[in-house]
């Protein structure tokens, strides 16, 4: 069947997003059964088409920044499973230096800016990166995702208010995985729509189906395309589906086993692959190379971990305080 898209762009979606879904189980594993992964752990198995199809839609040095459930964006940027994986074992590695976990990966050099662990404080902290942009003159445009669960906080409001008004390169990106934490869109609020929660301040916004790379890569380039040309922020909300729980500590009582399973039928990486085979973008022998590929990254990163060293203690107040000293004696 023809596709929009190019065999170039099916592959990548493809090793993109399998890289991202063998990565999530390879760290569940050292989490549940090994026991070498501590603290939070939020799994983005489920919605990686988003992360394929923002990446095709957008620029190195365009910034993305997000929530806690960061590790499938962070890798889409281009953050090595080795840095990453020491990251969640609390090595000096990790590309928080091990001290940020789960929750808060990081990387300057490939312009992802967490991994933030207060709900909806990325919001602000995204149309601030856009401020930056619009500022300092450059061409680059600023995704910030949230969840549906962050969509609730007032920051969402003040951002929105100031983006339309100083016309912010930013996309706001709702991941709407129908739960937040345990609780219902539907039991949050009246505005089940959140891309609606735009109208208010007169901001274009999108619904999109956030289980297909296609739909996101569209919906995502018409947006970039209007913050560059001076036209200001785009609300998109992306209908999407954990898998896991909200977290790895989560016993899912809020869902049936039947609407996980509903979901899994649309998973956006058996699409992808079906729609490689049936166009004859590659063989089976292709695919099982590229899986392999996977498949050895997923496994060196954790042995990078393993061998890596703890922080040095000289290390624990290095990047969260900074010493001053005043010009007059404070008593």
Same mark, same amino acid.
């Given at each position: 069947?023809? /596709? ?28 549940k059964?090994? %026991?070498?992964?501590r ?6 198995? %489920?919605q990686?088409?988003?992360a394929?199809?923002?990446? /095709?839609a ?8 997000t929530g806690?459930?960061d590790? %499938? ?11 990453c ?7 000096a590695t ?6 940020? !976990? ?7 050099e490939?312009?992802?800016?967490? !991994?933030h ?7 602000g902290t !995204? ?7 619009? =500022?300092n %003159? ?7 995702f949230?969840g ?15 983006a ?27 505005v ?11 901001? *274009?916004?999108?619904k ?5 790379p296609?739909a996101?890569h ?7 395309k209007?913050a560059?040309?001076g ?8 209908? /999407? ?12 009582k =809020?869902?049936?086993?039947e ?9 956006p990486?058996h699409k ?10 590659? /063989? ?5 190379a590229?899986d ?16 890596? *060293?703890?922080?040095?203690d000289?290390?624990?107040?290095k990047?969260? =305080?900074?010493?001053t ?7």
């Amino acid at each position: 069947m023809p /596709t929009k898209f190019s065999k170039e762009t099916y592959l990548y979606w493809y090793e993109l997003m399998q890289l991202i879904r063998q990565f999530e189980l390879k760290a569940e594993e050292m989490y549940k059964m090994a %026991g070498k992964i501590r603290g939070f752990f939020h799994a983005y198995i %489920g919605q990686e088409a988003i992360a394929a199809g923002c990446m /095709t839609a957008t620029s190195h040095d365009d910034p993305f920044i997000t929530g806690y459930r960061d590790h %499938g964006l962070g890798l889409a940027k281009g953050m090595t499973a080795n840095e990453c994986m020491a990251e969640l074992y609390g090595k000096a590695t990790g590309c928080s230096k091990g001290k940020g !976990g789960s929750m808060h990966f990081f990387s300057k050099e490939h312009r992802f800016f967490g !991994g933030h662990g207060i709900v909806g404080a990325q919001i602000g902290t !995204g149309a601030g990166l856009a401020f930056a942009e619009q =500022y300092n %003159g450059t061409n680059n445009v600023a995704l910030a995702f949230f969840g549906d669960g962050a969509a609730r906080q007032g920051i969402l409001h003040e951002s929105f208010n100031l983006a339309m008004l100083w016309k912010l390169p930013v996309i706001f990106i709702c991941e709407n995985n129908n739960y937040a934490m345990g609780t219902s869109v539907e039991r949050t609020s009246n505005v089940i729509d959140i891309y609606k929660l735009a109208d208010a301040y007169e901001m *274009p916004a999108d619904k999109v189906d956030g289980m297909s790379p296609e739909a996101v890569h569209e919906s995502v380039s018409r947006a970039v395309k209007r913050a560059r040309e001076g036209g200001g922020p785009t609300l998109i909300e992306l209908k /999407t589906y954990r898998y896991k729980g909200h977290s790895i500590s989560d016993p899912q009582k =809020y869902r049936s086993k039947e609407e996980v399973d509903e979901y899994k039928d649309q998973d956006p990486i058996h699409k992808v692959l079906n729609t490689i085979l049936e166009n004859k973008f590659a /063989t089976q022998e292709v695919i099982d190379a590229i899986d392999a590929k996977i498949n050895a990254i997923v496994e060196e990163s954790v042995k990078f971990a393993e061998e890596s *060293p703890w922080p040095d203690d000289s290390e624990v107040m290095k990047d969260v =305080y900074v010493d001053t000293n005043y010009p007059f004696d404070v008593d």
